[in-house]
């Protein structure tokens, strides 16, 4: 027969199974850290639409590095954790205007968009560590 202590211990064993585990460490900020490979066309496994995006460091809510191509320095990058996802938006720019990037990372992954207004283009894409390819 269960005492109360043994009924308590087992509830307390469920509601920790069931509930989802938020603050993973492969979830963290600085798990952006790093060099991603992003597909700018997910949606065809038969191209080679490639960019690159190295993010050096995040310091609190912001982070910096290069977005694109070697070179296009991020500016404005921004992280936001408020729902217990990491989320990031950057500004970058070449010689055609400016491109706004947004993105969150789920299961150790970027998935983002990229939208130039003055190119009147948005692109979707993923992203995976190169390390981790």
Known sequence: MFKFIDYLLALAL???L????ISRAQDSPESLIGTW???MSPENSEDNNFAMMEITAVKGRSFSGTFYREG???RSGLINTQTGKV???????????EY???FYLEDGRLVGTTHAPGRNFLSTWIANKVEDE
């Open 14 to 16: 469920l509601i920790t």
């Open 18 to 21: 069931a509930t989802p585990n």
């Open 37 to 39: 490979r992003l597909d």
């Open 72 to 74: 296009v320095a991020i």
């Open 87 to 97: 989320y990031g938006a950057l500004i970058s720019g070449d010689g055609t205007g």
């Open 100 to 102: 706004y990037t947004s």
